[in-house]
């Protein structure tokens, strides 16, 4: 089974408000290309993997920050 682009999004944190913003053009209810969001799913970092690993980096490297 193909993940949904509604799906990978959620996947990737993004609130149902930000899918619902990245789903329309310009607040009109005009869906984007399953393409599209597949690309802004996959260009994205999930925050809370990019928290832990700098919280990581800074507890093994205190004398560096």
Same mark, same amino acid.
């Given at each position: 089974?193909?993940?949904?682009?509604?799906?990978?999004?959620?996947?990737? /944190? #993004?609130?149902?408000?930000? @899918?619902?913003?990245?789903?329309? @053009?310009?607040?009109?209810? /005009?869906?984007? &290309?399953?393409? &599209?969001? #597949?690309?802004?799913?996959?260009?994205?970092? %999930? %925050?809370? %993997?990019? &928290?832990? %690993?700098?919280? &990581? @980096? @800074?507890?093994?490297?205190?004398?560096?920050?």
């Amino acid at each position: 089974r193909i993940l949904n682009p509604y799906e990978t999004l959620e996947k990737e /944190c #993004y609130t149902e408000e930000q @899918i619902t913003r990245l789903m329309t @053009i310009d607040g009109h209810k /005009c869906k984007t &290309s399953d393409y &599209s969001l #597949y690309g802004r799913a996959g260009n994205s970092i %999930v %925050v809370n %993997v990019l &928290s832990a %690993v700098f919280t &990581s @980096i @800074i507890e093994q490297f205190p004398e560096s920050f």
